[in-house]
């Protein structure tokens, strides 16, 4: 079990600005005077781009339940704002193909 002091530190550095180093920015701003997130790319300025130093960037890209949620809690209004913002919004047992080695699975809702 991790224990988490709760007296605030003064600064924390997170390396990448993925979603992964993007989330953990976001948390640790509850802990931190200061956080700073060191990325060699730059963020596009409008809409949604491809980033060089992202190679998996082009592929789909799905957000699960779970993930959303967890999202949802830490920024508020999210879930709202990525539709609004045209994002898909799909079943992932219904609306979504996927191939295992033993053939296409089934679709069905899964809620």
Not at 35 to 45: G, K, N, Q, S
Request: proline share 6%; net charge neutral.
């Amino acid at each position: 079990m991790v224990q988490v002091s709760l007296a605030r530190g003064r600064h924390a550095v997170v390396i990448g600005g993925s979603m992964a180093g993007l989330l953990t920015a976001r948390i640790l701003v509850d802990y931190f005077e200061q956080v700073t997130i060191l990325e060699c790319d730059r963020f596009p300025t409008k809409s949604p781009q491809p980033r060089k130093g992202v190679p998996q960037c082009k592929q789909l890209h799905i957000l699960l339940t779970r993930g959303r949620q967890i999202m949802e809690e830490l920024f508020p209004g999210l879930e709202t704002e990525l539709i609004d913002a045209d994002a898909a919004v799909l079943d992932m047992g219904a609306d979504v193909a996927w191939l295992n080695p033993f053939g296409w699975a089934a679709r069905f809702p899964s809620g």
